[in-house]
Structure formats: C-alpha cells, structure tokens
C-alpha cells in the first residue's frame, strides 16, 4: 500500500491537468457503465463501517487507521469467504461512493459466513495514515459482485484535523452497584483524557438522569476551563448526584458541551443504578453471649451474670434505621414478667447486622421465655412481621472451673524479661469473674485475667485463684522456669546467636582456627570429608561455686563467607562436636539438635539443645591445595650422599596445605604419576620425612654404597598429614619411567707422572729469595669426570693429608698437560725456609668430593731447600761496570743515543712522561678511528636525507605535472 502522503507529493510532481479532471470525474462515470453478469453467488452485504468511526476526527500526525467493516448474509445458505477492499480519500465521495483513482487503499477477505449471520472483517496487514486536514471518506467494495449488486459498497465521512482538540471519558469514578436513596447527594468524577486542549477553552461538564421510560428526571452542570495539555488525564468533581425519588434509572455523566471539542461520540458515559427508600428491619435470633450452646431438657444453656443474652437484628431495606430493641424475660410456664423489658440502642445501616447484648440476673436455676423487639415507633416498616423473636432458654449457675492457658505448661522465660498470664474460666460461669495471681498460693503478683508478671531466675509455682459472682472461689497453678539468656554474637564471625542457661555465665569466642596439623581424624577419612575449622564457644560460670549451668540450648548463626573459601562447596559441610581439640574423636551434630546452610545468605545456623565442651570442627569438602614441584633434582654428594633439591611452587601458603612428604625405597622403582588411591597404596611405609611447605632440598642421612641406588618421591599433604597423591614429583621421571638415583662413594686412585721441582735463587730486589718450581704431567683420568687436585707442603709425610691444610686447590688440566706451582721464600711462618727438607703432595677429588687422602708415592715430589746466597755472591765488592757497546740499529748503524736514551729511562720524572705520552699515543690509536667512523655515519644520514628531499621534490614535480596534464585532456 502506498501511504497518502507519498501518494499525493507523486500526483504533484508528475499528474498533467487534463489528468487530475479524469481522475476526478473518471469514478462517477464508471458507475453508471453497465456491469456483466454477477461473478459471485448469494448476496453478502457490506452493512456498517466500524473504523474509522463514521463522523468521528481523527488526528493527522498521529493517527494509523486500521478500517474495520461489517458484513452480513442476507441468505440462508452459507457464503464463501469474500475478498472486499478499501479506499480512502479527501473530500465527500459519498455520491456516487467512489473514490478517485490512486487513492489510498488496502485488500482483505471475510471468512465463510453462515446464513443470516453477521461477521466484522478487519485489515490487519494495511493501514491509513492521514497526509491533510479536512473531511475525508471511506468506501468499503466488494472486489467480485454477487447476486445483489445494491449492497455491495459501502461509503461514509470523517475528519481529519491537526492538531486533534479532544476531551473524552476514561471512567467514572462512581459506585452504582450499591442501592442508593432519594434526596441524599452522592460524590460524582470523571476520569477525562485530553488532547492538544487549546488555551482559555471552557467546557460543560455535568450528568443527566433518566427514568426506566427514557424520561429526563434530574440533571446538573458546571462550566470549567480545562488546562491546556497535549495528552493528559484529567479528573472533574461534578456536581454531586441526587436522585429526586426512588426507582431505576440510566445515569449519563461526562462533557456536555464545548467549542474546542472535536468528538462527540467519546464526551459521555452510561451508568445503570438503583434508587430505594424502603425501610425493612427484622431480629435474626437470640443466642447465648457465652458458651457454645449446651443444651439441657431441650433448651439451650444461659449462664447468670453479665454478657449473657445475645440479640442479633438486622438491616434488611434500604436506609440506615436508628431504634431500640428491647428484651424481657418471663418464666416459661407462667409467662409472669422476671426481668425486663431491657433496652438496647442500635443504628443499622442497609444490609448490615447489629448485637445487643443484655446480663441476666434471675435466682437460677429457672426455665425461661426470652423474646426481643423493636420498638413500636417504627411505623414505617414494610414488614413488621418480622420485627420480634423468641425463644426458651434454661438459666443455670455453672462453676467457674479456671485454667491458665499462658504461661503453657514447661514454659521458660529470661530473667527480667515480663511475661504475660492469661487465666480461662468457664463461658457459662456467673460473670463478673475476680482473677487474682499469686506465687505459691501467697505472694501476689497481679490481678486480671490478663496481666504480667517478672521473675528471677528459678522455678516457681503460679497460682489463680477466681472468685465469681456468687462468690464462688477456684484454683489453677502452673509451674514455671525463669532462665538466663546471653547473646552469642562475635563479629564478623557470629552474626547472631543466644545461649539460654539457669545460671550467669560469661561468654567467650575466640575467632575460628583451623584445625591442629597432623590430627588424623578417622572418621572424616571414612566420610570422604575434611575437617576445615574449629570453633570454640565458651560459657564459664560467674560464680566459681557452680558446678552446673543448667544450659538449655545454643543458637548461633556463622557466617560462612568470613570463615571458609567462596569456591567450597556449602552443601557438602557437617558440623561435629569434640571434647578438646588434641582429640580426634568427632561426634556428628544430629537430631534433636540441627545444623541448617542457608546458601543464599552464606550462612550456617546451630541450634544445640545438648551443649558439652562448646568445641566444634566444621568438614567439608575441600579442594586441596594447587601446589607443585619443579626442577627435582637429585645432587650427588661424597661418600655415597645425595640431596634432592627442588623449587616448590603454587599456593604453598594455603592453611590447608601441610607441607610435603618424602618417600624412599632401593628395591624397586616408584610409579608416576598415579591414577587413583589404590595405585598410591603401594608406597605407603616407604615415607621418610616430612618436609615444610616452602622447603626446598633435603639431604638424605642414609650414605648409598657403592651399587646401591634409591627413588624418591615428593607428594604434597593436606593440614592433617594426609597425602595427595595428584600434586608432586618423582625424581628421575623422564616423562615415562622413574630412573634410581645412584651415589657416589669411591675417591679416584691416581698418579701424575714427572713430578720434579727446580730451585732458583732471585737477588734482583736485593731481598735474595729462593723459588721452588714444581711441575708435573697430568695423568688419565680413566673412569672419573671433573677430578681436581690439592696440593700440600710438609715436612714430615703423614699418613693422611685430611687435616693438613693445603697450598692450593682445584688445581686441573688436560691429560698429557703440564701442571705447574710456584712456590717461594718469605719472611712468613709459612712461607719456604732454607735448609729444610720439604714434600710437595698432590691428593685428587672427583667431581662430588670423595677424596682418598693417603699420599701416593707417585704424588710426591722431595726437595731441600739449601742456601744458595754464596753461590751467588762470591765476591761482596762489585766490579766497575764495563763500558757499555754502543748500540747498532739496522739500516741507521751505531746509535749512540740510546745510551742518553737508557740513561733517562733511569729518571724518575722521565719515566712518568714517557708514560703519559704512551697512554696519549694509545688513546689517539683508539679515538680516532672512532671520530672517523662517527663522520662516515654522520655523512651517510646527510646522504639519505639530500635523496629524500631530491625524491620529494620530484614527486611535488610529477603530481604538478599530471595534475596540469589531467587538467588539459579535460
């Protein structure tokens, strides 16, 4: 469907004028064509226009238009669905019902619609938005003709406006399901709507009554000026209704009149509503004020005393009555007057009831006839008839017969909280009833058969006494218990709890701990449980002379989410008791006592009637801790000793991680990893230490002998020792297999070859020092790696070298190398002496320090150590020097320079600048390739940036150009 604005901005800008007079004057000239013969069989008739409302106005802006019709079989038969269409379009099309070529329209289709019935077809795919003001028409066809051609199209007006000024009922605000009277006023509202209400625009809005015959009886208005608004509710009091005299009558209410309202059809509302003014009042029965009813030689129990007789009358017209009932009582046998007649007031509004109640103080017991009456003075009455009652009634003394029904039986209360006591006497006893309380049938405590009562702590005996109005006394006692009640609340761990005992108590709470590391609780193991907190809640007596505390119960509620991990599961815990917290003996938390888990609130509520020790453990199940191993490694030592080092990682400072455990075994090698419990059984009595959560290596005490080898395994365990098998490592796992660890224990056995020495006498500093070389040939080193060598100086040749301490260590070389040490003469304790003997020993170490510190003979190299300063000092007077040679260079010849060269080398200051001139010489060697090699860089980047800037001048050059040139072809 194309939209009527769309339709109409087409037709301007493309519609000749020849064009618009066809389209105008086409559609009245096809009516009068002569049509074929009927296409559709029976007659379906289009009989009323539904929507748009017919004369109704519509808004422009905000309007869509669902056009709804009404069809109807004018024969017997059944007609077949109908395919029917719309148009609309400005103006009155009316006559002929046509509207122009191009209007706006819409297709829909009937169902099958029996005879003589009616049917509403809507056209819920294609709608009506209006694109102008003014009268607009709707014509409803029927696409095929029928039989009856003259019913076949359907056409009517209504109008558009922008904007839509309009006032219309939302409801009444009125009740016309109650029976109302004559003359009386009633409040009268309307719940109005408005839209776009132009400024200073006065409206009449009122209601007008009308008789069962059509006829006006009553009306009334009043003239406001509505706020303006553009789509508001809006409430108007009318003026009160008044009916001018009973009947049934059809009540209009909403706006009268106004210029600025653009609909009519939605101003005013209907209401049905009756008016009566009948007068209509009866007494429903007589009945006993007290008691259920007993009954005694067919007669019903009345008891003595006051609040005895009830008289129940009743409204049954249509205004509110205001009389007296009056009650007389005769003997039943001799009708003579006893007592009355009794009045009692009532005012009674329609279909309302009213009691009177009337004491009966007659000598009992009696037979009695009991009758009520309005008074006489209600003339008006309908139906007088009904306006008595009686009946007879059996007066009897009945004993009181109390009972105390608060307190209940065993009831408690907190000492120097008030408590309420409630006696019951009999309802058939002789009323005024005296209640009295007392303790121990003494001591009073109150009066009424309600009152209160505080008491301090203990059991005591209340007793009631009752004395009626024949004063007649009675008793009923009822023991109570008075106890202590102590809050138990421990921020933030106990958001709310009570303690209620028989004696004072002080409270303490500790906050939650964890449970002892390494207590094994067995029955958690067997319940696949673990234990995750402690609580402690103590209660000591005040007074150091109670034995007992005579605790009733305790009430407390944790809260869980300051106790326990988020991630743990709630519906997994179990509280236990336990009688200190060194034992590993649980008792659960069971009937009569409860233990409930609030999830929602985080929460864990204990109630325990059977209070022990006050220690609890919380279990539950609990994720064990993310904790690993990495890099094991197992280090060799001397003597066969290994360590196994390691670096723990994860969340090793998890409370409920307890650290690691190491297991060990020679015989056969370890599985890794396991898949379940039953594979880690297999290393249970193989454990040998347990370790700390940060630990990091552990040296095994037990030495390995040569051949002998171990496997380790490193499981983590929870708080109470238990392993966990799935967070570890084996040492030696090479993805597959764990591999024996094997010591070392055996000290190399070898020998250097060519172990000499040479001594050399040094005077050159004047301080005549001998010097010791020592060589030697290093040896093969046949199955041993990494072997190092001590060497020692003795005198005397021990046994063993182990605690002699040596020259030198880590001494090393390549086999078939010299080894080489240099020893010399000092003024020191350890230094060489001359004229000693000395041995110069080397002792080997492999690669974990296993060392064999007996001297070999091959190891060893002897010296003595002699004076050689004679020998090199045989004459103490100098010699001249002889003249030096002068020197001869190649090429040049003599040089006799360099003498005056050598002579100044001998000078202090000389040697300090021919020093500074050396270091000037280097640095210039040094820095000035450096200089050189910083300008080549500094000359390539001045490079680069000339052929950048030459490239970006020809790029410029090569767009202006093309540029010019795209300009020219164009």
Known sequence: MMGGRQAVASARLSVAPFLLVLLLFGPSVLLFVPTAAA????DLAIIEGLEPRPDATYDMDTSFIRPVVKVRNELSSTHAPRNIRWEICSGNWTSPPACPTGSDDGFGSSNAVPGGQEQVVSFSNT???????????????FTDADTNTSNDRFAYTFDVESPLRDISVNSVIFDNTTVMNSNISYPLSVDFYRRSWAVNTTATFGWMLYNDTGVEVANNSTVITPP?????HYIVDLPDFVAPSPGDFELEVGLLDSAGDMNDWNNMASLSLSVNDSLDVWVETIRPARGTGAVI??????????DSVRVVVGNIGHVPVNSTVLLSVMNLFTSELIEGPTPCNVYILPGESADCRYNLTVPMPANLLLRAEFSSELILDINPSDNWFQTQAAGRLVDADPTISEPIPGAQFDSGDSFQLIGQVSTLSANPVNFTWKLNYEEVIGYGRVTTATLPMGEWLLTLH???????????????RILNRISLVADPWIVSGEVVLMEQAEYIFPDPDYPPEGLLYSQLVSDGIRPLRTFDIGLNPVDNSTTALGIQYIDVTFDLSQILPVELPRDSLRLYRVASFDSAILEEVVFPNYVFIDEAADTLHLNDVEY????????GDLELANVSINNLEVVQGTAGRLTLEWEPGGDLDNPYFGGWRLYRRTNFPFLWPYANSSQFTSVLGTEVANLSAHANSWEDPELLESGTCA????????????PDYAHGMAAGWDGQDVNFQCGDAIAPDLTVSDMEHEITYDNTTGENIHHVNITWIWPDLENEVNVTWSLYRVEIVPSSMRYVDPLATDLWGEVGEEGRFHDWEGPAEWRLKVNRTYHYILVPTDHVGNTDYTPLDGNIETIELANLYW???????????????????????EAPWLLVLYDYLGIEAFQSVALIALVMLLLNLIAIPLVFNRARGVRRIIKSEKLRAEAERDGVLIDEMAGELDDMFR
């Open 127 to 141: 709608l009506f938005q209006p694109w102008g003001t003014g009268l607009h028409t709707i014509v409803f066809m």
């Open 612 to 619: 022990d020790s006050g220690l609890y453990v919380l279990a």
């Open 711 to 722: 496997v380790y395994l490193l499981i983590a365990l929870d708080r109470q020792g238990e």
């Open 297 to 306: 030689d067919n007669m019903t129990i009345y008891p003595y005393g006051e």
């Open 466 to 480: 009752t004395r009626d109005a024949m004063n007649r006394t009675q008793y009923a006692s009822r023991m109570v």
């Open 228 to 232: 303006v608004a553009t789509s508001q």
């Open 871 to 893: 020998d090199h000092h045989q004459d103490l007077i100098p010699k001249p020097p002889p003249e030096p040679d002068i020197p001869v260079l190649p090429v040049i010849g």
């Open 39 to 42: 296409s559709v069989t029976g």
